[in-house]
C-alpha cells in the first residue's frame, strides 16, 4: 500500500476528490497517512480531521523557507510517506526538499501548462483570451509548475466566462485528473525519457 502524504493551503477540493476516489474504490493501492498545510486556518486542515486523517499545519510565516521545507520533510519522513501530493499548496519547494523524495511529488496546475504557470493561472488564460484551458498533473521539478506531465485535461472557455466560471470548470476537471494521474503512477506501468512521460 503507498502511503500517501497531501500538502494544501486553502480549501482543499483536490484533496477531497483524491480521498473520495480512495473511499469509493476508484484509486487503489494507497492510503492518505498524513495531510499537511502551511497555514493552520486552511479549511483543508478541518475537512481532513472530519475524515478521522492524520492532519496538521506547520506555518511557514516568518521562518526562512529551508527551514519550513526542513520541517516538512520530517514530518513527512516520520509519518513513511513514499508519495506526495501538492493539492493547492501554493509555496514553492525548495531543491532539497525535491531531492528527499525524486520523482516522488505530484501537482495539479490550473492550465494547460506550459500555459500560464504561476498565480491565477484561470486569470491568466482568460486575460490571454485562449480558448481551451485546462488543468495538469505533473511531477514536480526544480522549476515551478514545470516538471513532466502526466495527464492533462481540457474545457473550453466560453465568451461570456468569468473567473469564477471558467475556475469552477477547469475544477471539476481536476478532480478527475488527479486521481487519473496518481492511478498511473501508482500502477509503475510507465517510463520517463527526458521529458515525456511514456505509459508502457
Ligand atoms: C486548484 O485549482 C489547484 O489547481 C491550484 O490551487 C487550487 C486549489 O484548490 N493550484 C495551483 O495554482 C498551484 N500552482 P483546492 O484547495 O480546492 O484543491
Given at each position: 500500500m503507498t502511503r500517501l502524504g497531501v500538502l494544501l493551503s486553502g480549501r482543499g477540493s483536490n484533496f477531497l476528490a483524491i480521498a473520495e476516489a480512495i473511499n469509493n474504490g476508484s484509486?487503489?493501492?494507497?492510503?492518505?497517512?498524513l495531510v499537511l498545510s502551511n497555514k493552520a486556518d486552511a479549511p483543508g486542515i478541518d475537512a481532513a480531521r472530519q475524515l478521522g486523517l492524520e492532519a496538521r499545519a506547520i506555518p511557514s510565516?516568518?521562518?526562512p523557507r529551508q527551514e519550513h521545507d526542513r520541517q516538512m520533510i520530517a514530518a513527512l519522513q516520520d509519518a513513511r510517506v513514499d508519495l506526495i501530493c501538492l493539492a493547492g499548496y501554493m509555496r514553492i519547494i525548495s531543491p532539497e526538499f525535491i531531492a528527499a523524495f525524486p520523482n516522488r511529488i505530484l501537482n495539479i496546475h490550473?492550465?494547460?501548462?506550459?500555459?500560464?504557470?504561476?498565480?491565477?493561472a484561470q486569470g491568466q488564460a482568460l486575460e490571454y483570451g485562449a480558448k481551451i484551458a485546462g488543468c495538469t498533473v505533473h511531477f514536480v521539478d526544480e522549476?515551478?509548475?514545470?516538471?513532466?506531465?502526466?495527464v492533462q485535461r481540457t474545457v473550453p472557455v466560453l465568451d461570456n466566462d468569468t473567473h469564477d466560471t471558467l475556475a469552477a470548470r477547469i475544477l471539476e476537471q481536476e478532480h478527475q485528473a488527479y486521481a487519473e494521474g496518481l492511478q498511473r503512477v501508482l500502477s509503475g506501468e510507465y517510463r520517463i525519457e527526458g521529458r515525456r512521460y511514456i505509459r508502457k
Amino acid at each position: 500500500m503507498t502511503r500517501l502524504g497531501v500538502l494544501l493551503s486553502g480549501r482543499g477540493s483536490n484533496f477531497l476528490a483524491i480521498a473520495e476516489a480512495i473511499n469509493n474504490g476508484s484509486l487503489r493501492g494507497c492510503e492518505i497517512v498524513l495531510v499537511l498545510s502551511n497555514k493552520a486556518d486552511a479549511p483543508g486542515i478541518d475537512a481532513a480531521r472530519q475524515l478521522g486523517l492524520e492532519a496538521r499545519a506547520i506555518p511557514s510565516k516568518g521562518i526562512p523557507r529551508q527551514e519550513h521545507d526542513r520541517q516538512m520533510i520530517a514530518a513527512l519522513q516520520d509519518a513513511r510517506v513514499d508519495l506526495i501530493c501538492l493539492a493547492g499548496y501554493m509555496r514553492i519547494i525548495s531543491p532539497e526538499f525535491i531531492a528527499a523524495f525524486p520523482n516522488r511529488i505530484l501537482n495539479i496546475h490550473p492550465s494547460l501548462l506550459p500555459s500560464f504557470p504561476g498565480l491565477d493561472a484561470q486569470g491568466q488564460a482568460l486575460e490571454y483570451g485562449a480558448k481551451i484551458a485546462g488543468c495538469t498533473v505533473h511531477f514536480v521539478d526544480e522549476q515551478v509548475d514545470h516538471g513532466t506531465i502526466i495527464v492533462q485535461r481540457t474545457v473550453p472557455v466560453l465568451d461570456n466566462d468569468t473567473h469564477d466560471t471558467l475556475a469552477a470548470r477547469i475544477l471539476e476537471q481536476e478532480h478527475q485528473a488527479y486521481a487519473e494521474g496518481l492511478q498511473r503512477v501508482l500502477s509503475g506501468e510507465y517510463r520517463i525519457e527526458g521529458r515525456r512521460y511514456i505509459r508502457k
